[in-house]
């Protein structure tokens, strides 16, 4: 097993020693929220289910629906890094208008 370095009480410790003893980083930025929060459904300081809400206060069912899905795409697609999320909203767009049947 490493010995354990010692590190001076006025430094920031960065790192830890796992149950091997091996120097492992600590990330000391903010924590986040993959669940209630995931980076990618938040621009501009606005979440994106707010602006679904927004969006959709008016509408009912399907033209909600995919009103909804069709913008949370939008919304996340260079976020999520690949063009995936264009082809996903252009879908429920086209299920709008009729186009995919």
Known sequence: MAAKKEIP???KKTIFYDHAGIEQPVSFGPKVDSVNHPTH?????????DALEAATINLRGIEAVCTANAIKYLWRWQEKGDTEDLRKARWYINHMLGENE
């Not at 459904?41 to 289910?49: A, K, L, P, V, W």
Request: hydrophobic content about 15%; charged content about 10%; some cysteine.
């Open 41 to 49: 459904y938040t621009q501009g300081g606005i979440e994106c289910i």
């Open 9 to 11: 009480q006025n430094t």
